[in-house]
């Protein structure tokens, strides 16, 4: 599943961000797995969001070089320490 689109929302005081429906509805637990893989984004204020499956193939691409490059530094850094799992609610938030 590609997520196309840009929403702005905000994190509430319990720190949970609502899924837009569109994307909800769209969701295959067999095909996407259960939840979803969020990670810093670029620019900094913004959040990348990938289902489960679709974060496990990026990270199965990741490739080691002996001498990574400047993108390579940048998706070591954020994406594998950064990114966390996060369920979906029954309201069509992550937690």
């Known amino acids: 599943m590609i997520f196309t689109g840009h929403y702005e929302h905000t994190i509430d005081s319990k720190n949970r961000l609502a899924i837009p429906r569109k994307y909800?509805?769209?969701?295959?637990?067999?095909?996407?797995?259960?939840?979803?893989?969020?990670t810093p984004g670029r620019p900094s204020t913004t959040l990348w969001m990938y289902t489960?499956?679709?974060?496990?193939?990026?990270?199965?691409?990741?490739k080691s070089t002996l001498i990574p490059d400047e993108d390579q530094l940048y998706f070591d850094k954020v994406f594998f320490p950064l990114a966390e799992y996060l369920?979906?609610?029954?309201q069509g938030r992550v937690l």
């Not at 909800?24 to 969020?38: M, N, Q, T």
């Open 24 to 38: 909800r509805s769209r969701l295959d637990p067999e095909r996407d797995g259960a939840g979803f893989v969020i």
């Open 52 to 62: 489960e499956r679709a974060f496990e193939e990026l990270a199965s691409h990741a």
């Open 87 to 90: 369920d979906l609610d029954a």
